[in-house]
């Protein structure tokens, strides 16, 4: 885009959101000029006072050209929505972000992704659906949006590239430094196939207030949005309903109705979410043909006759190692070496403390 760095430095000031910036951008058409432009006409614009003095003190000591290749030479790259490669989706909705900086790559095939939501304080069952769906997704080659956070998030991105697919993260601040710090080693990962991205500064903090903001960015580059468990209170819903108001779609999981991790999935589902319980759920609703997967993990005749069997046992219902023993009348030494050759293969979930799920 012409004048880049003087749309960054707009960018740059506190109360100049996507709306506001917008309006500036509309009536000057150079970013330059409406850096340069008087505050008494950038106040007939409707730009609160806050934001005209911000503007004001940023100017004295900002050099929009140096802080543009600061940002650039920090292996940093910038994405305007006046760009041909700007995600088109994420344009349709109320308030793009006029910028997003990014690491990785994002790429034409990311288009067809899905959101993947939910709470922080995952359960094994909640970690077994997310890893389950979002292995399907990825072999129906979808890309996977999450915001890199703990629980359902982390999960969903880790799946994503160990099902050897793309997956996109969207912070909530800026990307020079990653939270929670525990996954700078996963956004690493993902930078290897898919993207970081944010619309805040690079150096911006991860600020509570930032996150329903970051959410929208979920939605908005999603066809739809998945959300596995969830608390009343999650965040995750937030996401749900901005994808509502977007007119994207909402798939939900059922979860134990003991769990109060599955109280806002399930009201989602009571305000019309689709209820999810396998990949061809979402295709369906999403209108997309059902597909063929080729993973051989899915084939199952590489399997021994007592590993069918314990498929078989594990089929509907999570069980302890002594159940399935049981089940089979086989002794235990025998049972451990065939679960942990299938979990090895991918075939089966150990899930500790003796409990296994296909």
Request: charged content about 25%.
């Amino acid at each position: 885009m012409k004048n880049l760095a003087y749309l960054l430095a707009l960018h740059s000031i506190d109360g100049l959101g996507p709306i506001r910036l917008t309006r500036i951008l509309n009536h000057f058409e150079d970013p330059k000029f409406g850096w340069g432009a008087s505050l008494n006409e950038l106040r007939e614009l409707g730009l609160p006072k806050n934001a005209l003095e911000a503007l004001g003190e940023k100017r004295k000591t900002l050099d929009p050209e140096k802080y543009l290749e600061q940002i650039l030479s920090s292996g940093i790259k910038i994405l305007t929505i006046f760009d041909e490669n700007y995600p088109k989706s994420l344009k349709t909705i109320y308030d793009p972000p006029i910028i997003i900086f990014y690491k990785g790559e994002i790429l034409p095939q990311d288009t067809k992704a899905i959101g993947v939501v939910g709470t922080r304080k995952v359960t094994g069952y909640g970690r077994v659906a997310t890893e389950n769906l979002v292995d399907g997704l990825i072999y129906a080659d979808f890309t996977i949006v999450s915001g890199l956070a703990r629980g359902v998030d982390t999960v969903a991105h880790s799946q994503a590239l160990k099902s050897g697919g793309r997956t996109i993260a969207v912070l909530g601040g800026g990307i020079s430094k990653i939270f929670p710090p525990e996954n700078t080693s996963l956004a690493l990962k993902i930078l290897e196939n898919g993207a970081v991205l944010s619309e805040y500064h690079p150096d911006s903090p991860h600020l509570p207030g930032n996150f329903p903001a970051r959410n929208r960015i979920i939605a908005g580059l999603s066809l739809g949005v998945l959300v596995t468990e969830a608390a009343q209170d999650s965040g995750s819903l937030i996401t749900a309903r901005l994808a509502l108001e977007q007119g994207r779609e909402v798939f939900a999981v059922p979860g134990p109705i003991t769990s109060t991790v599955s109280e806002g999935t399930a009201d989602l589902i009571k305000e019309g979410a689709r209820v999810v319980t396998k990949v061809e759920d979402i295709l369906e609703e999403l209108g997309i043909e059902q597909y063929q997967i080729t993973n051989d993990k899915l084939q199952m005749t590489n399997l021994s006759e007592m590993e069918n069997q314990i498929l078989k046992c594990l089929e509907n219902e999570t069980m302890h190692i002594d159940e399935i023993c049981r089940q089979l009348k086989k002794p235990a030494s025998e049972v451990s070496a065939h679960l942990i050759k299938m979990e090895i293969q991918g075939f089966i979930k150990n899930l500790g403390g003796g409990n296994y799920t296909n």
